[in-house]
């Protein structure tokens, strides 16, 4: 079993939709959750991050954490093509070792 | 505020022949650091991580090393090259906090083996 998995996509959505990304972990000691964007080419860039149960909100975004079902979740309203990108989920599970652990992606493609 | 800045942030080498990329931080002290390596279409493999100066653990046997000689530089080295090796070469940076590790990504190095 993979320690973070996500759908690889592509997710299609329109423009003006809500996109909604998903992501399950695996050790269940995991305290800190991140979302990155990466754009084809470049680096990936942080965008959420979340360490309680619920939601967190950011503008366009809104993260979503369960610890007891072990996923989280993001948000994207009012989708833009340059919302276009692939959406890593990463999980701090490091119990004290300095490992975050990503996930393989999620590509979003938002159609005009 | 912090900045990391990674290069050369592209290269095509031979087979065969050595790497070096090297990657600096600024803003920040004893920071943690990593490379990471992602082929194409693939997820991001952790390669190397450092906690301080010249302590560095590995996370994947393979033809490349990593060396810290400075508290903000990190250097991904190769003796000889394989086909393999070619990806997308990610330095980051780390603070452990209260909550945890966020990490944060330099520009990346284009890699191609030929």
């Known amino acids: 079993q993979k320690e973070v998995e996500q759908n690889s996509g592509p997710l299609s959505v329109p423009e003006g939709a809500i996109a909604s990304l998903n992501c399950t972990y695996s050790?269940?000691?995991?305290?800190?959750f991140f979302w990155y964007r990466q754009y084809s080419g470049k680096s990936p860039e942080l965008i959420m991050s979340i360490y309680s149960n619920g939601d967190k909100e950011d503008g366009r975004f809104t993260a979503q954490l369960n610890k007891a079902s072990q996923y989280v979740s993001l948000l994207i309203r009012d989708s833009q093509p340059s919302d276009s990108a692939t959406y890593l989920c990463?999980?701090?599970?490091?119990?004290?070792?300095?490992?975050?652990?990503f996930g393989t992606g999620t590509k979003l493609q938002v159609i005009p | 505020s912090q900045t990391i800045h990674q290069w050369p942030a592209t290269l095509v080498q031979p087979v065969g022949s050595p790497l070096s990329l090297e990657c600096t931080v600024e803003?920040?002290?004893?920071?943690?650091l990593y490379w990471y390596r992602q082929a194409a279409g693939r997820g991001l493999q952790l390669l190397f991580y450092s906690v301080g100066i010249g302590q560095i653990s590995s996370e994947v046997p393979q033809n490349l090393s990593a060396s810290r000689p400075q508290d903000r530089q990190f250097i991904l080295s190769s003796k000889k090259l394989l086909l393999s090796d070619s990806g997308f070469y990610l330095c980051a940076w780390s603070v452990q906090g209260a909550r945890g590790n966020t990490i944060y990504f330099g520009e990346g190095s284009w890699l191609t083996v030929v």
């Open positions: 990463a999980v701090d599970n490091s119990g004290g070792y300095q490992k975050v652990t």
């Open positions: 803003g920040t002290s004893n920071p943690n």
């Open positions: 050790d269940r000691v995991s305290q800190s």
